[in-house]
């Protein structure tokens, strides 16, 4: 049982630059979500889905796209990568908003 | 908008020590507050949930109470362990996502 799986580990962009970043777990969890954990600080919500077709905007969509085309896989995509966006990404599921959410180990991201 | 504050920011103490990590928060009108671990470079690993209706939830060594009226958590670690060195954030689910604290770095000196 792998649970949350993120790929790529690591990765470093050039300014301009665009990527995705998988996401895809096998708990059959309904909500999954996007976050970004810069130094010292708490995780800040990206954007989050309820099922399969479903997103929304959390705190900080600015510069990111998502998608929900299944039940296992929530990609996210940079385009026009910033160096504000130098951040460690994780990804999280759960069956629904009151039960534990699971990580992946991040996807660490740096943008020159 | 909700915030969630963690004090202490870092904790050092000597193996063997019980010790409480804070979490506070701003609006009580939260459904449920989970507890996380992280390790350096990794993801996070649940700890304890408590819904908004529970006051407590334990599990082993680790105890979490909620006080929804005063908007505090606390993290309870009996008998502190080298291996509970770790960041501890708190988060509470504020109407469909999750609003962290910035963590409490613990460390437990042999």
């Known amino acids: 049982n792998a649970g949350v799986t993120q790929t790529p580990k690591f990765r470093i962009l050039k300014i301009g630059q665009s990527m995705t970043l998988q996401c895809t777990q096998d708990m059959n969890h309904n909500y999954m979500y996007w976050y970004r954990q810069d130094p010292g600080m708490g995780l800040k919500l990206i954007y989050y889905s309820v099922g399969a077709g479903i997103t929304d905007k959390g705190e900080v969509p600015n510069g990111y796209n998502v998608s929900r085309s299944t039940t296992e896989d929530f990609p996210l995509r940079l385009e026009l990568a910033a160096p504000s966006q130098t951040s460690v990404y994780f990804c999280?599921?759960?069956?629904?908003?009151?039960?534990?959410?699971?990580f992946g180990d991040g996807t660490r991201l740096s943008i020159l | 908008k909700q915030e969630v504050t963690q004090i202490p920011a870092a904790l050092s103490v000597p193996e063997g020590e019980n010790l409480v990590l804070n979490c506070s928060f701003t609006d009580s009108a939260i459904y449920n507050l989970q507890w996380f671990r992280q390790d350096p470079g990794k993801g996070l690993t649940s700890l304890l949930l408590?819904?908004?209706?529970?006051r407590e939830q334990t599990s082993g060594r680790l105890n979490a109470s909620l006080d929804k009226s005063s908007g505090r958590s606390t993290l309870y670690i009996a008998a502190s362990q080298p291996g509970d060195s770790a960041t501890y954030l708190c988060?509470?689910?504020?109407?469909?996502?999750?609003?962290f604290g910035p963590g409490t770095r613990l460390s437990v000196l042999p």
């Open positions: 408590i819904q908004s209706s529970q």
């Open positions: 999280a599921s759960s069956y629904d908003g009151y039960q534990p959410q699971h």
């Open positions: 988060a509470d689910n504020y109407g469909q996502n999750f609003v």
